[in-house]
Protein backbone atom coordinates (compact mmCIF):
# COMPACT_ATOMS: atom_id res chain seq x y z
CA UNK A 1 0.00 0.00 0.00
CA UNK A 2 2.11 3.64 -1.05
CA UNK A 3 4.99 1.87 -1.51
CA UNK A 4 4.41 0.22 2.05
CA UNK A 5 3.91 -3.06 3.46
CA UNK A 6 0.91 -2.61 5.91
CA UNK A 7 0.06 -5.30 8.39
CA UNK A 8 -2.70 -6.16 10.21
CA UNK A 9 -3.62 -8.14 12.84
CA UNK A 10 -6.76 -9.19 15.46
CA UNK A 11 -6.71 -10.81 19.07
CA UNK A 12 -9.58 -12.07 20.60
CA UNK A 13 -8.34 -11.94 24.16
CA UNK A 14 -5.28 -10.45 25.62
CA UNK A 15 -4.00 -11.18 28.88
CA UNK A 16 -0.87 -8.83 30.49
CA UNK A 17 0.19 -8.01 26.79
CA UNK A 18 1.96 -4.98 27.00
CA UNK A 19 3.42 -4.77 22.96
CA UNK A 20 3.53 -6.34 20.04
CA UNK A 21 7.14 -5.97 17.82
CA UNK A 22 6.58 -6.29 14.57
CA UNK A 23 9.74 -8.38 13.17
CA UNK A 24 10.60 -8.74 9.36
CA UNK A 25 13.72 -10.91 7.78
CA UNK A 26 14.96 -11.43 4.46
CA UNK A 27 15.49 -15.27 4.50
CA UNK A 28 12.55 -16.21 7.13
CA UNK A 29 15.28 -17.32 10.22
CA UNK A 30 17.12 -14.00 10.62
CA UNK A 31 14.66 -11.42 12.08
CA UNK A 32 14.67 -7.96 12.73
CA UNK A 33 12.73 -5.42 14.38
CA UNK A 34 10.52 -3.07 12.66
CA UNK A 35 8.51 -1.46 15.20
CA UNK A 36 6.18 -1.43 18.21
CA UNK A 37 2.54 -1.29 18.43
CA UNK A 38 0.99 -0.97 22.13
CA UNK A 39 -0.55 -4.11 23.55
CA UNK A 40 -4.34 -3.94 24.73
CA UNK A 41 -3.30 -5.66 28.64
CA UNK A 42 -5.77 -7.11 29.52
CA UNK A 43 -8.56 -7.75 27.17
CA UNK A 44 -11.61 -9.63 26.36
CA UNK A 45 -13.05 -8.61 23.38
CA UNK A 46 -11.28 -8.43 19.34
CA UNK A 47 -8.79 -6.07 19.38
CA UNK A 48 -7.53 -4.47 16.07
CA UNK A 49 -4.00 -3.68 15.48
CA UNK A 50 -1.90 -2.43 12.10
CA UNK A 51 1.77 -1.30 11.60
CA UNK A 52 3.23 0.28 8.40
CA UNK A 53 6.90 -1.18 7.16
CA UNK A 54 7.80 2.09 5.56
CA UNK A 55 11.20 0.63 4.42
CA UNK A 56 10.25 -2.58 2.96
CA UNK A 57 12.75 -4.62 1.52
CA UNK A 58 12.36 -5.44 -2.58
CA UNK A 59 11.40 -8.95 -3.17
CA UNK A 60 9.98 -12.22 -0.79
CA UNK A 61 10.35 -10.66 2.52
CA UNK A 62 8.90 -12.57 5.70
CA UNK A 63 7.28 -11.01 8.96
CA UNK A 64 6.20 -11.87 12.26
CA UNK A 65 4.69 -10.77 15.66
CA UNK A 66 6.81 -11.03 18.87
CA UNK A 67 4.09 -10.66 21.64
CA UNK A 68 5.45 -9.42 25.18
CA UNK A 69 3.77 -9.73 28.64
CA UNK A 70 4.21 -7.10 30.88
CA UNK A 71 4.64 -9.52 33.79
CA UNK A 72 8.72 -9.91 32.96
CA UNK A 73 8.63 -12.68 35.72
CA UNK A 74 6.59 -15.51 34.38
CA UNK A 75 8.42 -18.05 32.48
CA UNK A 76 6.69 -17.31 28.77
CA UNK A 77 6.94 -13.31 28.76
CA UNK A 78 7.50 -13.48 24.92
CA UNK A 79 5.11 -15.14 22.25
CA UNK A 80 5.68 -15.32 18.39
CA UNK A 81 3.37 -15.54 15.26
CA UNK A 82 3.25 -17.26 12.83
CA UNK A 83 5.54 -16.01 9.92
CA UNK A 84 3.54 -14.85 6.92
CA UNK A 85 5.58 -14.39 3.55
CA UNK A 86 4.97 -11.15 1.37
CA UNK A 87 6.06 -10.21 -1.77
CA UNK A 88 7.15 -6.26 -2.67
CA UNK A 89 7.49 -4.25 -5.30
CA UNK A 90 7.52 -0.47 -5.53
CA UNK A 91 5.56 1.00 -8.21
CA UNK A 92 7.80 3.50 -9.79
CA UNK A 93 5.77 6.53 -10.48
CA UNK A 94 6.92 7.76 -14.23
CA UNK A 95 5.70 10.63 -16.41
CA UNK A 96 5.72 10.90 -20.02
CA UNK A 97 5.57 13.97 -21.65
CA UNK A 98 5.75 14.60 -25.77
CA UNK A 99 6.28 17.91 -27.63
CA UNK A 100 5.51 19.24 -30.16
CA UNK A 101 1.74 17.40 -30.34
CA UNK A 102 0.69 16.47 -32.75
CA UNK A 103 3.61 15.69 -34.52
CA UNK A 104 4.78 17.58 -37.78
CA UNK A 105 7.40 14.86 -38.90
CA UNK A 106 10.25 16.61 -38.19
CA UNK A 107 11.63 16.10 -35.12
CA UNK A 108 9.96 15.09 -31.34
CA UNK A 109 10.98 15.50 -28.14
CA UNK A 110 9.96 13.04 -25.35
CA UNK A 111 10.71 14.45 -21.69
CA UNK A 112 10.86 11.13 -18.99
CA UNK A 113 10.78 12.05 -15.36
CA UNK A 114 11.15 9.43 -12.27
CA UNK A 115 10.99 9.54 -9.12
CA UNK A 116 14.49 7.53 -8.61
CA UNK A 117 17.65 7.22 -11.31
CA UNK A 118 16.30 3.68 -12.53
CA UNK A 119 16.75 1.90 -16.52
CA UNK A 120 14.24 2.79 -18.66
CA UNK A 121 14.02 1.46 -22.09
CA UNK A 122 11.88 3.79 -24.04
CA UNK A 123 10.42 2.67 -27.45
CA UNK A 124 8.42 4.40 -30.07
CA UNK A 125 6.04 2.63 -32.38
CA UNK A 126 4.23 4.25 -35.20
CA UNK A 127 0.71 3.46 -35.89
CA UNK A 128 0.96 -0.19 -37.65
CA UNK A 129 2.87 -1.24 -34.26
CA UNK A 130 6.34 -1.01 -36.35
CA UNK A 131 9.17 0.21 -34.33
CA UNK A 132 10.62 3.46 -35.38
CA UNK A 133 12.83 4.41 -32.46
CA UNK A 134 13.92 2.90 -28.87
CA UNK A 135 17.10 4.02 -26.21
CA UNK A 136 17.56 2.51 -22.78
CA UNK A 137 18.32 5.74 -20.02
CA UNK A 138 18.96 6.05 -16.74
CA UNK A 139 16.51 8.66 -15.37
CA UNK A 140 17.97 11.52 -13.75
CA UNK A 141 17.01 13.56 -11.17
CA UNK A 142 14.42 16.35 -12.63
CA UNK A 143 13.88 14.15 -15.83
CA UNK A 144 15.48 13.11 -19.15
CA UNK A 145 15.11 14.67 -22.27
CA UNK A 146 15.08 12.56 -25.68
CA UNK A 147 15.34 14.02 -29.05
CA UNK A 148 14.13 11.83 -32.10
CA UNK A 149 14.42 13.21 -35.31
CA UNK A 150 12.93 12.77 -39.22
CA UNK A 151 16.46 10.63 -39.99
CA UNK A 152 15.58 8.08 -37.29
CA UNK A 153 12.24 6.86 -39.28
CA UNK A 154 10.05 9.57 -38.05
CA UNK A 155 7.14 10.62 -40.13
CA UNK A 156 4.09 12.28 -39.79
CA UNK A 157 1.64 10.36 -37.73
CA UNK A 158 0.67 8.36 -34.39
CA UNK A 159 3.08 6.90 -32.31
CA UNK A 160 2.63 4.70 -29.31
CA UNK A 161 5.86 5.56 -26.31
CA UNK A 162 6.66 2.86 -23.89
CA UNK A 163 8.54 2.93 -21.52
CA UNK A 164 9.71 -0.46 -19.65
CA UNK A 165 11.21 -0.62 -15.85
CA UNK A 166 11.97 -3.26 -13.78
Known amino acids: NNNCVELNWITSTEINNDYFTVERSIDGINFEAVTIVDGGGNSTKMLTYSAIDKNPQIGLSYYRLMQTDTDKDTHHDSIYSDIVAVEFHPVL ?10 NDGRYTSI ?26 IVSETG ?24
Do not use: D
Open 111 to 136: FISTEAEKEILVVLCNQFGEETFSKV
Open 93 to 102: ELSIGIFPNP
Open 143 to 166: GVLISVSSSQNLSQGIYTVTAYSE
